[in-house]
């Protein structure tokens, strides 16, 4: 009855759940390499041009990709939103 149990049923059993783990594994990589969408391009940002000092953090930052803020007549340029708001509130 034991020899039944093991050789007729959980040996076969045993069988098909390991070669059917090995074949999604297979299978399921290439499905995932094939869904995944392209890496999203990088924003366009000005290269080169002037430096400007930021008033708030003293980092250089050009004037094409800084944030601007105008006071007084006079524009202001910050490297982050963050120092444009930390300027705004002292």
Known sequence: ML???IVDILLPLLTFL???SFFR???QTRRD???QSPPPSA???VVGGEL???PVCGTYVSTGASVT???DGKVL???SKECRDKYRAA
Do not use: E, G, M
């Open 18 to 20: 390991l070669l059917r």
């Open 77 to 79: 340029h910050f490297c």
């Open 3 to 5: 020899r039944y149990l």
């Open 43 to 45: 924003p366009n940002v």
């Open 69 to 71: 803020c105008t006071v």
């Open 52 to 54: 400007k000092k930021d």
């Open 25 to 27: 594994s297979l299978f």
């Open 33 to 35: 390499v094939s869904r």
